[in-house]
């Protein structure tokens, strides 16, 4: 494909995915080998949003990811159009506990809330709602822009995000404090066992 094609499909590629991409997994998906070509065509079309004052924007986040998002001057305005993420009482804890808890390992999740938390933490991920990065023998998981819009936060500050939703664990889930509170015991051997055979 040429320039313009390849540009219009790592815009498609930022557009769907809903949460922060890195050049390799850009790469990935859409079979463009060059990282160094995909982070140029990644500047053009952000470039061309801010030319043409756009209400979207495409931004580096998270050190090496770049993710397409409404700009803060404007989502304010328009969050309460978003459509709400249907989510289960479990996954919402779960949710709520990566908030908090942010950047926590996903094995310290499915301590606190069971083998189930991975199938919380996949659904979440294709949400756009958390990021999870390879951390030793686990994933590192935090929330996203995507989730900062969503739940009226102006930007994805974890410290901002951690207070509001220490709030909300202490206010609704509190079966989950008492587990924060009770520390976590020496449980190594099990979260191996669950990780292997869960992952």
Do not use: C, W
Not at 16 to 36: H, Y
Not at 40 to 57: F, M, P
Not at 80 to 107: C, F, N, V, W
């Amino acid at each position: 494909m040429g320039l313009i094609e390849d540009k219009a499909l790592v815009e498609a590629a930022l557009f769907v995915s809903g949460r922060p991409l890195n050049l390799k997994e850009l790469s990935r998906a859409l079979g463009i080998r060059s990282l160094d070509y995909l982070e140029k065509l990644i500047e053009l079309i952000a470039a061309e949003y801010e030319e043409r004052k756009s209400a979207i924007e495409v931004v580096k986040v998270l050190g090496d990811k770049y993710v397409m998002q409404v700009k803060q001057e404007y989502s304010g305005r328009v969050i309460h159009l978003m459509p709400r993420p249907d989510l289960r009482t479990g996954e919402l804890k779960t949710l709520a506990l990566i908030a908090y808890l942010q950047p926590i390992e996903q094995s310290k999740v499915v301590k606190l809330r069971g083998s189930q938390a991975y199938e919380h933490v996949r659904k979440l991920l294709e949400m756009g709602l958390i990021y999870a990065e390879p951390y030793e023998r686990t994933k590192l998981l935090g929330t996203t822009p995507k989730f900062a819009e969503l739940y009226g936060f102006p930007e994805n500050d974890p410290n901002i995000i951690k207070e509001a939703f220490g709030k909300v664990v202490h206010a609704e889930y509190s079966d989950l404090i008492a587990k924060l509170e009770g520390g976590d015991g020496d449980q190594n051997e099990e979260e191996e066992s669950i990780e292997k055979g869960e992952e």
